[in-house]
């Protein structure tokens, strides 16, 4: 079995793959000072209530969190015996190489995500990500990611709000009945909801003009549904993207007898 790990700033996700189909996914809070002994406790204790067995042989990391990297290897190295694939090291392959500036260094979730994109959906793509960044990333004919935009994420500008204005508070996302609030909370709601309904709208159609060819438009991110109620801004959305394309890149590499 094939035990995906991708680590962001917010939340890291454990899944397994048993060869046809992902069989569990589970999300835990990232900390770097979490070592590999508390990871495996938690992730045996899962597996054990959902009556899984623990026969993973095979791992591969993307984590935009370099300082939870040394714990991650040696769970994989210390319980599974398996010296684990992360994306972004020179030892991890990538089916077509990413085409930006020299000296760049691409996030690791943004070439899973590209990769995913392009094997469901095919050539030219914006994915918009909807995370602690709002990302998106732009995916070319053969399937290289091209660069793309990256824009705070919609909690994080809810968190900055709330902590610079001593009188705002904190509010969940969700769709406003209006949008002109007539209270402090609608109000907040308002400019955040309909600011990234703009927000997205723009940056995609700026990237469409920009690279002169049709470009369907793949969401993901847990917030990506509440941007999709009716505003036709997304071609699809995709709610394991990033694991798809973690499986498919070790797959690569395994053809490449590289694992």
Not at 44 to 73: D, G, H, K, Y
Not at 109 to 125: I, K, M, Y
Not at 214 to 229: E, H, N, V, Y
Request: charged residues 20%; contains cysteine.
């Amino acid at each position: 079995m094939l035990l995906c790990i991708d680590t962001g700033n917010t939340n890291t996700v454990f899944a397994i793959w048993d060869g046809e189909q992902f069989i569990g996914q589970w999300r835990i809070s990232t900390d770097h000072r979490r070592t590999a002994d508390e990871y495996y406790v938690w992730l045996s204790t899962l597996l054990t209530l959902n009556r899984l067995e623990l026969r993973i042989n095979a791992c591969i990391i993307s984590s935009t969190v370099p300082r939870v990297v040394f714990n991650l290897r040696v769970l994989c190295n210390r319980y599974f015996d398996s010296r684990p694939l992360v994306v972004g090291k020179p030892d991890c392959l990538l089916p077509v190489a990413p085409r930006v500036d020299e000296g760049t260094v691409v996030g690791p979730d943004r070439l899973v995500n590209a990769l995913g994109a392009f094997d469901r959906h095919g050539p030219n793509l914006v994915v918009v990500d909807f995370g602690t960044a709002t990302t998106f990333d732009v995916v070319a004919e053969d399937g290289a990611y091209v660069g793309g935009v990256i824009a705070p994420g919609v909690n994080l500008s809810l968190e900055a709000l709330h902590m610079g204005a001593a009188s705002l508070p904190h509010v969940d996302v969700t769709m406003p009945a209006k949008v002109i609030g007539t209270n402090t909370v609608a109000c907040l709601q308002s400019g955040i909801y309909w600011g990234y309904i703009g927000l997205t709208a723009g940056i995609v159609n700026k990237i469409r003009a920009e690279r002169g060819v049709a470009m369907k438009i793949i969401a993901t991110g847990g917030l990506a549904p509440l941007f999709d109620q009716g505003f036709d801004l997304f071609d699809f959305l995709e709610d394991d993207l990033t694991m798809h394309g973690l499986r498919l890149i070790h797959d690569f590499n395994k053809e490449a007898g590289n694992v």
